[in-house]
C-alpha cells in the first residue's frame, strides 16, 4: 500500500462532550480508523469509538502466575534439592514459610507485566509522533480535545473528510503531517 | 510545537530499552564469569619463588613421595611445608655448586628458614585438616592436581566455597582407595559412582554440608 | 421529591477542589510550581537544611563504614536498637502513600486525588530511608547483595524459612511496585509538562519520562486498566508489608514479640504514622505554595478521622497485649508488661501512651479537626509516638528476658541519634526536589474533578 500524502486530518474540540459527539458521528458516517485525543481519561471515548482490548488483564494474570510459580519452585528447588539444610529438625519443604515470598514474587511480576504490557500494548515510548507536528495539539495535554481521523481509513478523502469534521463545530481542523 | 523529538528517536528509545536489559543481562553475567575467573581465584597462575623449585623434577622425574617432604599430611591439618634440612639430606652432596641452590645453602648456613611463597591460601575463617581427607581416600591429585606435571607450583582449584561443597555434597564421585591416595597418576574407573558408594561407606564418610563442619 | 435534602447535606462538607477552577486553571496553578522561571528563596533554605542534615547521615554512616557497628549503642542483649526501630518507622510511614493511591481508589474516594502523588512520593523516600538500616545493620553492608538469591561461588541460597529473609523480598517488592505506580501515575503529567516547558532541556527531559503520551483514547483504556490492576496488586502488597516486618518480631519467641496481635496491629500502626506524616507534610506545602484551593479542609478532615480510626486499633492494640499478659498466665509475658509500665524505661512508655493514645483524642472534636495548628501538633504527636512505639517494643522486650544474669540496658550513643535525625534529611532533600522538579499534586486526576469533566449525554 502506498503511503498516503498526510497522516490524517485533526479536528480540535472544547468540552469532553463534544468529543464524544463528534466521536460518535465519525463512526455513524463509516470512518474506523481514527483516535481520539484528551488530557484525562473520559470513559465514554473508548465506547464511542468501539474499541475494546481484553489482553492486557490477560497479560497481567499470566504475569502474576509465572511470578507465584517461579518464587515457589526457586524455593522449593533451593530448599529441598540444591541446598537442603537441617534447621532444628524441620522439614526441607516447609511450605507455609515459603508462602510470604511466593506473594510477594506473584504481587512483584505481576506489577510488572501490568506496566510493561501497557506500555507495549500503546506502543510506547513513541516520542515522535505526527499528530505532534499540528502546534495546537500543545494543548491536548492541557484542555482542548481533538479527534483525528486518518488518511489509512478506506472512506478518507482530503476534502470530504474535511468538510465532514468542519460539519462538527470544531475549534480548528488541521491537516496532520507525517 | 510539541513534536520535541526527531523521528529517529523511537527506534533509538525502543533499541536503548532493549538494548539496556540485554546490557544488564550481560554485565550481570561477566561479573559471574570475573568472579570465578583466574583473576580473582589464582587458579592456575605459577606462583613465583625464592627458588625455581620443579614438583615436576622432585615428585615427577625422580618419583620422591609427597610425604618424605610434607611429612605431617597423614596426622595434622597443615600438610607441613620441610625444612631446610630435608632440602640439604641430598643438596648435601649433588648439585653443591648450583648456583640456583645457593638461598638454600644460605638458608642452611644462617639457620633461617626459606621464605616460600604460599600457594594453597584458604581464609582464616575456614578449617581445613589434610589428614581427615587423606584418611577417607581423597587423593593428593584431587585438590592439588598433577603436582608432578608443575613446573612452578599453581593453584590448581579454584578454593571457592562453590568447589568445596561440590564434592562435600556427593564425595562418591571423587573418593578412591587409600591405597591410591598419593598415587599421582590414579585415573578413577568407569563404574567410579559405584565403587565411591561402597568406599564412602566403608571409610564412614559422614554427611559434611554442615556449616560447622569448616566455620568453626 | 427528596433529592434536594440529599444535595443539602452533601453541600455541607467543604468541597474537594474549591470552585471556579477549569481544566487550564488546574493544568497551570500546579505545573507553574515546576515550571516558573527561578526558585523560591523558602525552598532555597529548606532545601539547604535538609541537605546538611543528610550530610550528618552521609558523616555516621562514614564513620559506621570506618569503625563498624561497635559505634552504635546496640549490645548482648540488646542486639537490636535504634537501627531497627529507625527502620520499622520509616517503613510504617511508607504506607500511607500506596494506601492512599491504591485502597481509597478502589474504595472511590475522590478526595485522594489531590494528595496522592505527594503521599506515594513519600512512601518512595520513606522505604529509601527505611531500607538503610537493615542493610547497614548487616556489618558488612557492601555485601548486602547476599541477601538476594542468585548463583553465587558459595553454592548457597538464602533460608527462606527466616522472616528476615521474607523481609527481603517484601521490602524490595514493595519499593519496586511503589515505583512502578508512581511512575505510571507521573507519564500524563510529564507529557503535560513537555508540552508547557519553556526550555529546551526541560521538553527534552520531560519528553523522554513522558515515552511520547499523546492522550490516544487507546491509550488512555489501557491506562486505566493497568493503573486499576496495580491499584488491586498493591492493596494487598501493603497490607503484606508491615505484615512481615511484624513477623520479624512476631516468629520469635521473645516476651513482647511473639504475639498473634502483631501484624494487624503492626498494620494499623503503620496507617496511623503514614497519615500522620502525609499531614506534617501537607499543611506547610499547601500553605507555601498556596495549593489550599486542591488540599482543602474536607482533605485534612478525611485525614484526621483515618488517624482516629488507626488511632484506636493501635490503642486496642496495647489493650491486648496487657490483657493477653494476664489472661495467658505466662510469667515472663506478665513480666515484660510490668518491665514496660514501670521498669527502667517506664517515662518512654507512658510518653508512648500519651501520644499515641491520650492525645490524639482531641480529634474527636470537629472544632480541633478543622483547626491547622491542631492537626500540625497531633500529626507531629503521632509521629513521635509511632517512634517511641517501636522503642518500646523493641529495647524493652530484648533487655529484660528470661534469663536475669542476661539482663542489659541500652540507650543510643550520639551516633544512633545522627543517623534517626540524618535520614529525615535524606528524607527532606528527596521532597525539596520532588516539589521542585515534578508535579506534587496529580494534574490528570484533577482535571476530572473538574465540573466540566464529565460527558453530558444528551437527552434521547
Redesign the interface.
Given at each position: 500500500m502506498r503511503r498516503p500524502p498526510i497522516y490524517g486530518l485533526l479536528a480540535e474540540f472544547d468540552?469532553?462532550?463534544e468529543l464524544?459527539?463528534a466521536?460518535r458521528k465519525a463512526r455513524a458516517e463509516g470512518y474506523r480508523v481514527m483516535?481520539?485525543?484528551?488530557?484525562?481519561?473520559?470513559?465514554?471515548?473508548?465506547e464511542a469509538?468501539h474499541?475494546h482490548?481484553r489482553r492486557?488483564?490477560l497479560v497481567?494474570l499470566l504475569g502474576?502466575l509465572f511470578g507465584g510459580v517461579a518464587g515457589y519452585a526457586?524455593?522449593y528447588w533451593?530448599?529441598v534439592i540444591?541446598?537442603p539444610?537441617?534447621?532444628g529438625g524441620?522439614p526441607l519443604h516447609?511450605w507455609p514459610?515459603?508462602i510470604?515470598?511466593t506473594?510477594?514474587?506473584t504481587?512483584?511480576c505481576?506489577?510488572?507485566s501490568?506496566?510493561l504490557?501497557?506500555?507495549a500494548?500503546?506502543g510506547?515510548?513513541?516520542?515522535?509522533?505526527p499528530?505532534?507536528?499540528v502546534?495546537r495539539?500543545?494543548?491536548?495535554?492541557?484542555?482542548q480535545f481533538f479527534l483525528c481521523i486518518e488518511a489509512t481509513d478506506p472512506h478518507f478523502d482530503r476534502v470530504i473528510t474535511r468538510r465532514f469534521l468542519e460539519r462538527l463545530d470544531p475549534l480548528s481542523v488541521s491537516e496532520v503531517d507525517h | 510545537?510539541?513534536?520535541?523529538?526527531?523521528?529517529?528517536?523511537?527506534t533509538f528509545?525502543?533499541v536503548s530499552?532493549f538494548g539496556a536489559l540485554f546490557f544488564i543481562a550481560g554485565a550481570t553475567y561477566g561479573l559471574a564469569l570475573i568472579n570465578r575467573s583466574a583473576y580473582v581465584t589464582e587458579a592456575g597462575v605459577a606462583r613465583e619463588q625464592p627458588i625455581q623449585f620443579s614438583h615436576r623434577h622432585h615428585a615427577g622425574e625422580l618419583g620422591i613421595d609427597c610425604r618424605y617432604c610434607h611429612t605431617t599430611v597423614e596426622r595434622t591439618a597443615s600438610a607441613g611445608m620441610p625444612a631446610t634440612q630435608t632440602c640439604m639430606n641430598c643438596h648435601a652432596q649433588i648439585w653443591v655448586e648450583s648456583p640456583m641452590l645457593e638461598p638454600v645453602r644460605a638458608s642452611y648456613r644462617t639457620d633461617t628458614s626459606i621464605r616460600w611463597a604460599r600457594v594453597h591460601d584458604l581464609p582464616d575463617y575456614v578449617y581445613f585438616n589434610h589428614s581427615i581427607h587423606v584418611q577417607k581416600g581423597i587423593g593428593c591429585a584431587t585438590c592439588h592436581g598433577r603436582v608432578d606435571r608443575m613446573n612452578l607450583t599453581w593453584q590448581e582449584a579454584s578454593l571457592q566455597m562453590e568447589w568445596c561443597l561440590d564434592c562435600h555434597r556427593a564425595p562418591e564421585r571423587y573418593v578412591r582407595p587409600r591405597a591410591e591416595v598419593f598415587n599421582m597418576a590414579w585415573e578413577p574407573p568407569s563404574n567410579q559412582l559405584e565403587v565411591g558408594r561402597e568406599l564412602v561407606h566403608e571409610y564412614k564418610i559422614q554427611s559434611l554440608?554442615?556449616c560447622y563442619t569448616c566455620h568453626r | 421529591m427528596s433529592l434536594p435534602v440529599i444535595e443539602a447535606r452533601r453541600d455541607r462538607r467543604p468541597p474537594i477542589i474549591a470552585p471556579g477552577h477549569?481544566?487550564?486553571t488546574v493544568?497551570d496553578r500546579i505545573s507553574r510550581v515546576v515550571l516558573r522561571r527561578g526558585t523560591p528563596r523558602g525552598w532555597i533554605v529548606g532545601f539547604a537544611l535538609s541537605f546538611s542534615l543528610m550530610m550528618v547521615l552521609f558523616y555516621a554512616t562514614a564513620v559506621l563504614l570506618f569503625r563498624g557497628i561497635g559505634v552504635w549503642g546496640i549490645n548482648i542483649p540488646v542486639a537490636w536498637g535504634f537501627d531497627i526501630v529507625n527502620f520499622v518507622w520509616w517503613i510504617g510511614i511508607g504506607h500511607a502513600g500506596t494506601l492512599i493511591s491504591a485502597i481509597l481508589l478502589l474504595l472511590k474516594q475522590e478526595w485522594r486525588t489531590s494528595i496522592n502523588r505527594f503521599a506515594e512520593a513519600m512512601t518512595l523516600f520513606a522505604v529509601a530511608c527505611a531500607g538503610l538500616y537493615p542493610v547497614l545493620h548487616l556489618g558488612r553492608p557492601w555485601l548486602a547483595y547476599w541477601l538476594f538469591?542468585y548463583p553465587n561461588t558459595m553454592?548457597?541460597?538464602?533460608?527462606?524459612?527466616s522472616?528476615l529473609?521474607?523481609d527481603v523480598?517484601?521490602v524490595s517488592?514493595y519499593l519496586?511496585?511503589s515505583l512502578?505506580?508512581w511512575?505510571?501515575g507521573l507519564i500524563?503529567d510529564f507529557?503535560?509538562l513537555?508540552?508547557?516547558s519553556a526550555s529546551r532541556v526541560g521538553r527534552a527531559t520531560y519528553?523522554?519520562l513522558?515515552?511520547?503520551?499523546?492522550?490516544?483514547?487507546?491509550?488512555?483504556?489501557?491506562?486505566?486498566?493497568?493503573y486499576l490492576?496495580?491499584a488491586g496488586?498493591?492493596t494487598?502488597?501493603v497490607v503484606?508489608v508491615h505484615t512481615?516486618v511484624s513477623?520479624d518480631f512476631a516468629v520469635s519467641v521473645i516476651p513482647g514479640w511473639h504475639a498473634t496481635i502483631l501484624p494487624p496491629y503492626f498494620v494499623a500502626g503503620a496507617i496511623y504514622s503514614g497519615f500522620a506524616m502525609v499531614m506534617t507534610l501537607a499543611i506547610p506545602i499547601r500553605k507555601f505554595y498556596g495549593l489550599e484551593d486542591f488540599i482543602t479542609m474536607r482533605h485534612l478532615d478525611n485525614m484526621a478521622r483515618v488517624m482516629l480510626a488507626t488511632g484506636l486499633i493501635v490503642a486496642y492494640g496495647y489493650m491486648m497485649e496487657t490483657f493477653m499478659a494476664w489472661y495467658g498466665g505466662n510469667p515472663y509475658e506478665s513480666f515484660m508488661v510490668l518491665n514496660r509500665f514501670s521498669g527502667p524505661y517506664w517515662p518512654q512508655y507512658w510518653l508512648l501512651i500519651t501520644c499515641n493514645v491520650i492525645l490524639p483524642q482531641v480529634l474527636w472534636f470537629k472544632r480541633l479537626r478543622t483547626s491547622i495548628p491542631a492537626l500540625f501538633g497531633v500529626s507531629l504527636i503521632v509521629n513521635l509516638g509511632m517512634w517511641l512505639e517501636r522503642y518500646i517494643i523493641i529495647v524493652v522486650s530484648l533487655h529484660r528476658d528470661f534469663l536475669p544474669s542476661s539482663w542489659g540496658m541500652y540507650a543510643g550513643t550520639i551516633y544512633d541519634w545522627s543517623m534517626l535525625f540524618g535520614s529525615m534529611g535524606l528524607f527532606l532533600t528527596l521532597l525539596f526536589l520532588f516539589i521542585r522538579y515534578l508535579p506534587m499534586i496529580s494534574i490528570?486526576?484533577m482535571?476530572?474533578l473538574v465540573p466540566?469533566?464529565?460527558?453530558?449525554e444528551?437527552a434521547p
Open positions: 468540552t469532553p462532550t464524544v459527539t466521536a483516535d481520539a485525543y484528551s488530557p484525562f481519561p473520559i470513559e465514554e471515548l473508548a469509538l474499541f482490548d492486557l488483564p497481567v502474576g526457586l524455593e533451593t530448599s540444591d541446598y539444610l537441617n534447621v524441620r516447609s514459610a515459603f510470604p515470598v506473594f510477594e514474587t504481587v512483584l505481576a506489577a510488572l501490568a506496566v504490557g501497557m506500555l500494548l500503546n510506547l515510548p513513541m516520542p515522535y509522533h499528530v505532534f507536528n502546534p495539539f500543545a494543548l491536548a495535554s492541557r484542555d | 510545537m510539541p513534536q520535541v523529538f526527531h523521528r529517529s528517536t523511537n528509545s525502543r530499552i554440608t554442615d | 477549569t481544566f487550564e493544568t538469591p553454592s548457597m541460597w538464602p533460608q527462606f524459612r522472616p529473609i521474607w523480598f517484601a517488592t519496586t511496585v512502578l505506580f511512575f505510571v500524563p507529557a503535560t513537555r508540552d508547557r519528553g523522554m513522558a515515552m511520547g503520551w499523546r492522550g490516544s483514547a487507546q491509550h488512555w483504556h489501557r491506562y486505566e486498566t493497568a490492576l496495580l496488586l498493591a494487598p502488597l503484606s512481615i513477623f490528570f486526576e482535571r476530572t466540566g469533566a464529565h460527558v453530558e444528551e
